[in-house]
């Protein structure tokens, strides 16, 4: 079966996907039908995903009832990044997404990748055209939306504003501009103008670099959420992981420098709480004190520009003392490998481009750049013009200026601050025409909606890097009457009077663009049918010999005499920061039940937008966790629960966005606030980049108290054995010590079937999870399981199977974190089995608690009396309104009221593995089966296998040094063995636990005194 | 016993036929208020049913428990009304066994308690199960499947225990209804001579039916007498063979034995002084019962306080810091309300009965007897919800408030009780009247002391 790009398997991506080597006919075959399927989704319309029996007089060729089928694309609108997915499609429908192990994301994805199945099937996306009258949108054919707004577009002073694009869809949508007189306006809320600015002052290069950080040795970040929302967290998180291979003795330390304490900054080992801007400041003096150590040419260029930034200039302005610049500059200059990672969205203000610039200088003169920062390889990013462009579009369209206005995957009258005026300058232009697939907040004003397909039902193409193209295929069928997006365009151009293109559809104008630039390319060599559809099949592929350049291209005169702002003093304000989470980003996760039941990374707040607050500036005013306060600047306020972290300096207020949808859908809509209507628009100078921190605010407190449901119960693991953490220089020695202690294997053993050749076992490294929550949103999709809503959340029902708590452990400056993953432990003597009446919760052969629904009564003392407290339980029927339902897996049940539910270790894919096995004479080999959690790690902190073969990844990752079994003195032998996260801060040598000065969140923090240490 | 200093009038001693007329008078006088009574348990159970269809149609979701707090209010008040349903067997069968004449007055009453707290109690686990349509998967029966329940399971062993002891309980108390049958038969006529005749077996009361049946008595009595223990050890074990810090202790068999005790005494005296005064039967049930009854609620009452303290010596005894930030927590976080209230009604109460003029005073007994209801309620409440509540992970911990369902199915829960409380009241005799008699004619004779 495993024989190309198409694959039929229960597992997902259990192995390497087949590669199209030697592609047979049977392979040719299958793409060309795919291909087909794909032509015949364009072509016609209406939806019969899912609603339809498959008919076998003549039986679709991929369609194996049962059976999964695999499709390769890419989803570029899943985050920062384009992502490579392996689609597992049932039945005619999309069920799941896996990484595809062959695209840069390596077989990993995130959780809003994983969420984009929940954006196809959204109930809220418009089923098919409507026009706008004065009774509220009406029904409407596509002949008919196609030819009113091609008679917009053919009137001229047309303007389509999409989402920045790589790939064949930059070149078709300057062409479709010249070809109707339109102009193009790629824009990203969340743009990369100011690093691109800053590297094209610097270097003279308008890329993105490659941060190597697998190869540094000291890492510092000056406020980029590298792990969450910047750039391309799923790839920077596997390569931060791969420079902390503690076992081998290798662990980059790692500074944060900014504010807040991101998803990213929570990882750190050193935490330089730098006033909000002021990042440029520490950056500069940090080089400043690396180029007088290291004393060689590059710093000689730059002596003249850093030399007024002393330590002691910027210690008033930025916090940081001089001391601590020092330290850090020496361990900069010292290392092998150094890195320094620009700011992110959350840093950026008015200085953004002076703040990646002085970074690029640190990097300069410390080496990193050219070896750690290098811009060969780069990663493309699609052009898009900086905020204050778009700013200029709304004095256009205010004017009068712009008679159409065509938005297509982008959402300005949302994305763009309300102080901008831009849903005051939609409101002037005459035709506003949709095409995004919701009536969100600028659809909502558009007299047109031409509602496009989604991603996973498109076809398209992406330039993820120099030298890799990943190709968009559709994967199913359209749930709704909708078009491919460039197809619509075409339409129009061609009922508006243009010749210009020559093709029927996009999908043929796309295979040109590639088969001219594989001509290009090879020239003679194998022929472009071959090559396009192996590179289909897999989602892409190699493109070429690559485009060679220079890792290191030399500094620019203009950066090395640049002249920063000189260091002031200290402000006494309020400062605001907002920020991208992993799970709205831009606010476009905000109608996937999932993203909002998603618990934050850093807050662990679901369904609603907060305000973080520090305990010294929530406790005078008498703030407490869920309590409203209102955030006012110059351009507007908000109000919203508090929220009181540690992790964030005292004159720092912090909102995420995303929220505040006021169209969108039934989850987004109401939800929460919109940070942005804080920001009043500034922009920083250089870049036009807009500024999402820095304003000044004050901060009320309303006296109301809101509701804040936050996921977890208590932010410290009161010294019980299960949150770990240790210093580095103890788990080397640990390392060197480690005797592997038989008598554990032994037991693991004997907590299965002595006849069964299997004991499934998991081992999670605490030091690898970065508590991106993509494993959480994975077992989401495989598992069916239900969203319950803000107010069951607040009761303590939720249904995640998987959780990542996220504890605080003292450390003697400060505090570090642990994000720790639970799920069902899968007990060997499990407490959860002998208080079951009837046998439902039971012991499987293979060492699996059993959980059998049909036969549960719903007792629920397994739930309590299991100490990890992983057992969820059915409080009520959930439904999942049309068309959501279609993305359950047919694999695992659908559970109903009254029964209890947990981790499975993914059951369903284990008897698939087996029976595979058995069907072919042989054991489940090591790693055939990977758990959904497993599979889409980032950083691969989860290892899943059978703990029986003691040569199996499982086994030997769980004999290491630092493997630890949650609450192992209740003797319950979990088959998960967690790995101790390791710090290069300095721990306490006693207990660590909160003391009421820390603040902690939890109302009652609780006596630790008495806690004993058990290390 | 210290019986012989009880002064029990000789003056003014009911005569045999008096026992006969005063005893049965309820069964045959309609009283106004009665049927007033009556309709409101009715509508309270209705209400309650009510409750439980909703909550049978949506889902366990109406009732306020939660993740870490899977058991709440239904688990606490089935705990509450095993407990109630002690002090029938210990009166009847214990005090039987230890020949304690006080008894007499009270055992009726407290075994149609038994029988009903019991019948009370029986309806909690099913209304607590998820899906109570499958109720029957815990009843070990031959099923195709060929499954049994499991039989490691306490909730299987309670299942098994309280069954057990229902049915003794309801043999028993009719085995003592016999000869009062009897009577009644001989009362009545018409529908009712004939089913009072049926259910009395044909009782002559022959010396042939008063051998047999005394020695039945004494057999039954000795067969229910470790059901006194057993049943409330089983049900503490539902709690204490759980791993749950707070559940997890061998203190709790006797613990809750003793607690059972002392609140089933309290339910007595809270029903006898109400129903003595309407069926006006102060010449049979004296201050005498009474008292004897309060002297056993203050000994249970120490026996639990000591449990009480002992709970918090074996918790910092232990050295587990998990142990002891679980008690740490339940006397000072966020349930000390319902911690305290446990201790002041079940300890600091009834301490007030050291003194023979509470234990005479039957208001200050009848306040004492509610308040210690009341706590051992939330005795039961702090024992299950704030040991789950706060447990091995902090990141898990979570507080549980009753709903609306839940406390309406726990309020109909007492109009069940009652409402088969009146029904026995209005057709059987509330006192046993061939015991009364046969303790009337020893006085007569006798006179004063045993």
């Known amino acids: 079966m495993n024989d190309g790009g198409v694959r039929h398997d229960g597992s997902g991506a259990a192995g390497p996907e087949p590669t199209g080597d030697g592609a047979t006919r049977r392979e040719f075959l299958k793409v060309l039908g795919v291909a087909g399927a794909g032509a015949a989704a364009t072509a016609c319309g209406p939806p019969d995903a899912g609603d339809k029996l498959i008919s076998y007089l003549i039986p679709p060729e991929d369609i194996i009832p049962g059976t999964n089928v695999t499709y390769a694309t890419v989803l570029t609108g899943a985050g920062p990044e384009p992502l490579g997915v392996h689609a597992t499609v049932r039945d005619g429908r999309v069920i799941k997404l896996e990484g595809n192990p062959d695209s840069p994301n390596v077989g990993r994805l995130s959780a809003l990748a994983h969420s984009a199945l929940q954006d196809l099937y959204d109930p809220d996306r418009v089923p098919g055209p409507r026009r706008r009258t004065e009774a509220g949108l009406v029904e409407a054919s596509w002949d008919e939306a196609i030819a009113a707004t091609a008679a917009a577009v053919a009137a001229g002073r047309t303007v389509l504003l999409t989402p920045p694009v790589v790939g064949s869809a ?10 109707v007189g339109a102009r193009w306006v790629a824009w990203e809320p969340l743009g990369l103008e100011a690093q691109r600015t800053a590297q094209r002052i610097a270097f003279d290069r308008d890329e993105i670099p490659t ?19 910047w ?29 807040r304490l991101s998803l990213s900054g929570l990882k750190a080992d050193e935490w330089l709480p730098a006033r909000t801007g002021s990042e440029t400041l520490v950056a500069l003096a940090t080089a400043r004190e690396v180029a007088r150590r290291k004393a060689d040419g590059r710093a000689a260029r730059v002596e003249a520009t850093l030399a007024p930034f002393t330590p002691e200039a910027v210690e008033e302005a930025s916090g940081i003392t001089a001391e601590r610049i020092r330290d850090l500059a020496r361990e900069i200059a010292g290392a092998r490998s150094p890195l320094a990672l620009p700011p992110g969205i959350a840093g950026q203000g008015v200085g953004a481009t002076d703040a990646h610039l002085a970074v690029a200088l640190l990097n300069y003169v410390s080496g990193a750049h050219g070896d750690t920062v290098r811009f060969d390889g780069a990663t493309i990013r699609g052009r898009h013009v900086p905020y204050a462009a778009m700013a200029g579009l709304v ?21 763009m601050p309300a102080s901008s005026g831009f849903a005051e300058a939609l409101a002037a232009v005459p035709n506003v025409i949709s095409l995004n697939p919701h009536l969100d907040e600028t659809a909502t004003a558009a007299g047109w909606v031409l509602p496009s397909h989604h991603e996973l039902e498109a076809w398209g193409d992406a330039l993820v890097r120099p030298g890799y193209m990943a190709i968009a295929q559709p994967v199913m069928q359209p749930v709704f009457d909708t078009r491919q997006r460039e197809d619509v365009l075409l339409q129009m151009a061609a009922a508006a009077g243009s010749d210009a293109f020559d093709v029927e559809d996009y999908r043929s104008y796309f295979e040109s663009v590639w088969r001219e630039l594989h001509g290009r390319m090879y020239g003679a060599g194998p022929s472009f049918e071959e090559w396009w559809h192996e590179n289909l099949s897999r989602g892409g592929g190699a493109v070429g010999p690559g485009f060679p350049s220079d890792p290191a291209p030399s500094l620019t005169a203009a950066a090395a005499n640049y002249r920063f702002a000189a260091p002031g003093g200290e402000g006494d304000d309020l400062t605001l920061v907002t920020y991208p989470t992993v799970q709205f980003y831009d606010g476009r996760g905000a109608n996937r039940p999932w993203m909002q039941e998603f618990p934050d990374a850093v807050t662990k707040a679901v369904w609603n937008a907060w305000v973080e607050i520090h305990p010294d500036t929530a ?3 008498g703030v407490e966790t869920g309590d409203l306060v209102e955030v006012r600047t110059e351009a507007g306020s908000v109000t919203a629960p508090a929220y009181v972290y540690r992790g964030i300096r005292v004159d720092t207020v912090a909102v995420p966005l995303g929220q505040g949808h006021t169209a969108y859908g039934r989850t987004a809509e109401g939800r929460g606030v919109n940070a942005l209507h804080l920001l009043d628009g500034s922009a920083d100078e250089r870049s036009g980049a807009l500024a999402f921190s820095g304003a000044a605010v004050t901060l009320t407190a309303t006296g109301r108290s809101g509701k804040l449901v936050v996921m977890q119960g208590h932010d410290y693991d009161e010294d019980r054995e299960i949150s770990e953490i240790i210093h580095f220089d103890d788990a080397m020695a640990a390392v060197r010590e480690h005797h592997v202690d038989l008598t554990a294997l032994v037991e693991a053993a004997y907590d299965s079937d002595p006849q069964s050749p299997y004991r499934w076992g998991m081992t999670i490294d605490l030091n690898a999870c970065t508590g991106c929550g993509a494993c959480v949103t994975a077992c989401y999709a495989e598992n069916n399981l239900p969203v319950v809503g803000e107010d069951l959340c607040d009761q303590g029902r939720e249904m995640s199977w998987m959780q990542i708590m996220r504890y605080f452990e003292e450390a003697e400056e400060g505090f570090q974190t642990v994000h720790f993953p639970t799920l069902c432990q899968q007990c060997g003597d499990a407490p959860c089995e002998p208080v079951c009446p009837v046998y439902a919760a039971y012991h499987t052969a293979e060492g699996l608690n059993g959980q059998i629904y049909n036969r549960c009564v719903g007792t629920r003392y397994c739930a309590n009396n299991c100490p990890y407290k992983v057992r969820r339980f059915n409080w009520f029927t959930y439904e999942r309104p049309y068309p959501l339902n279609l993305q359950l897996n047919p694999d695992v049940t659908v559970r109903s009221k009254g029964v209890m539910e947990k981790c499975t270790f993914c059951v369903q894919r284990i008897n698939r593995a087996k029976l595979d096995a058995k069907a072919e004479g042989r054991l489940v080999a090591d790693g055939e089966i990977q758990t959904a959690c497993m599979q889409s790690c980032p950083t691969q902190a989860i290892v899943f296998g059978n703990l029986k073969d003691p040569a199996s990844r499982v086994s030997r990752i769980a004999k290491g040094s630092r493997g630890y079994r949650m609450l192992d003195e209740l003797n319950t032998r979990p088959a998960v063995t967690y790995l101790k996260s390791v710090t290069h801060a300095a721990l306490p040598a006693g207990g660590h636990g909160p003391g009421d000065a820390h603040g902690a969140t939890e109302s009652e923090p609780a006596e630790h005194g008495a806690a004993a240490e058990h290390e | 016993m210290a019986t012989a200093e009880i002064d029990v009038p000789r003056e003014g001693l009911p005569t045999l036929a008096d026992a006969n007329r005063d005893i049965s008078r309820p069964i045959s006088t309609p009283y106004g208020r009665y049927w007033i009574l009556l309709g409101i348990c009715g509508a309270l159970i209705a209400a309650a049913g009510v409750a439980w269809t909703i909550q049978i149609r949506d889902g366990m979701g109406v009732a306020g428990i939660n993740n870490p707090v899977n058991w709440g209010v239904y688990i606490v008040t089935f705990v509450f009304w095993v407990g109630i349903a002690h002090s029938g067997t210990l009166i009847s069968a214990v005090l039987y066994l230890v020949r304690s ?15 009903f707290a019991v019948m009370t109690a029986g309806l909690f686990p099913l209304i607590h199960l998820g899906r109570v349509w499958y109720f029957y998967y815990l009843v070990p029966y031959p099923s195709t499947r060929l499954l049994w329940p499991n039989f490691r399971s306490p909730l299987v062993w309670d299942m098994f225990a309280i069954g057990t002891y229902f049915t003794i309980s309801l043999v028993f108390w009719y085995l003592g209804l016999i000869p009062d049958l009897a009577v009644l038969r001989d009362r009545f006529t018409g529908i009712k001579k004939r089913l009072y005749g049926a259910f009395s077996l044909g009782w002559q009361g022959t010396v042939r039916d008063w051998s047999h049946y005394r020695r039945l008595y004494l057999y039954l009595a000795g ?9 409330h050890s089983v049900v503490s074990w539902d709690f204490a063979m759980g791993i749950v810090p707070g559940w997890h202790s061998t203190i709790f068999a006797p613990y809750f034995v003793a607690g059972a005790i002392f609140s089933g005494i309290a339910m007595v005296i809270t029903i006898t002084i109400p129903l003595r005064w309407a069926f006006g039967l102060e010449k049979y049930v004296t201050t005498y019962h009474f008292d004897n009854m309060a002297k056993l609620l203050l000994l249970t009452s120490l026996i639990v306080g000591y449990a009480y303290g002992m709970e918090y010596f074996l918790a910092w005894f232990s050295a587990d810091p998990i142990e002891q930030e679980s008690f740490r927590w339940r006397a000072t976080g966020f349930y000390a309300g319902p911690f305290w209230i446990m201790v002041f009604c079940n300890v600091v109460v009834p301490m007030s009965l050291w003194f023979k003029r509470t234990r005479n005073s039957l208001k200050a007994l009848f306040v004492i007897s509610v308040l210690v209801n009341i706590g051992m309620w939330y005795e039961r409440f702090v024992i299950i919800v704030t040991s789950l509540a706060h447990e091995y992970d902090p990141s898990a911990w979570q507080v549980y408030t009753p709903s609306l369902t839940e406390l309406t199915i726990m309020v109909g829960s007492f109009a069940w009780f009652f409402f088969w409380f009146l029904l026995f009241a209005k057709t059987l005799p509330t006192i046993s009247i061939a015991e009364v008699k046969e303790h009337l004619a020893h006085e007569h004779e006798h006179g004063n002391g045993h």
């Open chain 1, 170 to 179: 930059a070149r078709f949508y300057q062409e479709w501009a010249e070809a």
């Open chain 1, 211 to 229: 941060y190597a950080l697998e190869r540094a040795d000291r890492v510092v970040c000056f406020g980029a959420d590298f792990l969450g929302t």
């Open chain 1, 231 to 259: 750039l391309g967290p799923v790839e920077l998180a596997g390569r931060f992981v791969s420079g902390r291979f503690v076992d081998h003795g290798v662990q980059a330390k790692y500074t944060f420098v900014g504010p």
């Open chain 1, 395 to 415: 004095r256009r369209m205010g004017a009068g200026e712009v008679e159409t206005l065509i938005v297509a995957g982008s959402n300005p009258a949302y994305s």
């Open chain 1, 619 to 621: 406790e005078p005013l």
């Open chain 2, 101 to 115: 004449g006080w008894r007499t007055t009270i055992n009726r009453t407290a075994e149609a308690m038994t029988i």
């Open chain 2, 223 to 231: 067969i229910a007498t470790p059901l006194v223990l057993s049943v």
